[in-house]
């Protein structure tokens, strides 16, 4: 997809903060984070989003599952929310299939205070 801005991302042709890739997924910072850390684990196949994929893409969620753990795991995040954004009405704005994760609160405290925060901006995560 030319104006995909994750296809470009991938075939190298716009810069991202890359933390981890394999033949399946690509795995970068967003670039406007919600929380101290902010992730996507992205599938290097170019699928628009929850809606579209098939019963033969089962394995390949959770596969992103478990990279995004294991991610977690090597930044050491103790608790940490995975989330798909699914479809327009589901806040999606990238039509290429995406699993966010966002963590980084080192204290219960800390993690109300975002919550908090995030509720007073009208952010719904
Ligand atoms: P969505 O709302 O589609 O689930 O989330 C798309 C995410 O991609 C947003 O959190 C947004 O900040 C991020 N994003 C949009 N454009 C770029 C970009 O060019 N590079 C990176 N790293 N993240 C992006
Ligand atoms: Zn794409």
Redesign the pocket.
């Known amino acids: 997809m030319a104006d995909c801005?994750f296809c470009k991302?991938i075939k190298g042709k716009?810069p991202?903060d890359f933390i981890y890739q394999d033949d399946d997924l690509v795995v970068?910072?967003?670039?406007?984070p919600i929380a101290p850390v902010h992730i996507?684990i992205v599938l290097k196949k170019h699928v628009e989003s929850i809606l579209k994929v098939q019963k033969k893409d089962q394995k390949i969620l959770g596969k992103m599952v478990l990279t995004a753990r294991k991610i977690a795991e090597e930044q050491k995040l103790e608790g940490y929310k995975l989330f798909f954004?699914c479809g327009k009405l589901g806040?999606?704005?990238?039509f290429h299939l995406?699993l966010?994760l966002i963590g980084g609160w080192k204290t219960l405290e800390e993690y109300h205070r975002w919550v908090k925060r995030r509720v007073e901006e009208g952010g719904v995560l």
């Open positions: 801005v991302i716009m991202a970068f910072r967003d670039t406007n996507l954004n806040g999606q704005l990238v995406h966010h």
